[in-house]
């Protein structure tokens, strides 16, 4: 009988492209995990930051609010009249169209972010925009805008003006990335921003493309006249909230 010759165990060795593949997918795969895992932490603490900021705001509000109910509260006690700071913010909303327009009023429409019908834009209260407005009073209407208005028009109306492009403001990173520069990391920051008229209100106010609405519910009274004479265009002071909530 023929004895069998004892097999050779021949030790398979793994190529050295697959072995390089392997650490390089592992190494691309622990650098994708830390990259979020540190995202993630990052997201967190901003969002604690954003909610922290939100309720200092808050606080400032009703610390606010507080103060003028009492300073109404003392003056009437003492006989006299309490006359509020004069406002420095203010809406202005346009409510007719192009026919028969002088080019010189277009082109001020157009500088205060009032291309079209029933858009509405926030102005800074000073001689150069008072003299802007004055120009175009016939085609506008304002006055001065309301926290809570403020609030609803850039959470419900709100677009982004980036690289000439109308861009929704679905979450913080859009105004972070813009913004963030100046201070303005969340949509809180943008709205105290405009309603304090802060140090940045030029570039927050320039962030944001101008408001369209629609027409009033209800409809208006009558654009050719003026406001105090029954009608619709000039300045309505508080009075315009009422009228930006029926065309939100």
Known sequence: MSQKKP????????PENIVKKTARDTKLREAVAKRRTDRLAANKTR???WEKNA???QNEYQAADKSLVDNIRKAKTEGGFYVPAEARLILVVRIRGINTL????????RLLKLRQLH???????????IEMIRKVEPYVTYGYPSRAVIKNLIYKRGYAKINGQRIPITNNNVIEQQL????????????????????HFKEANRFLWAFK???PRGGFIAKRRSFINQGDWGN?????NDLVKRMI
């Open 7 to 14: 097999q050779m165990q021949v030790e398979q060795k793994v």
């Open 180 to 199: 963030g520069k100046v201070g303005i990391h969340s949509i809180e920051d943008l709205i105290h921003e405009i309603v304090t008229v802060g140090a």
């Open 119 to 129: 858009n509405a834009a926030f102005v800074r209260v000073n001689k150069a925009t």
């Open 47 to 49: 969002r604690a930051q």
């Open 102 to 109: 002088n080019p010189q009023v277009r082109q001020t429409l």
């Open 213 to 215: 609405l629609r027409g």
């Open 236 to 240: 309505r002071e508080d009075l315009i």
């Open 55 to 57: 309720q200092a705001y």
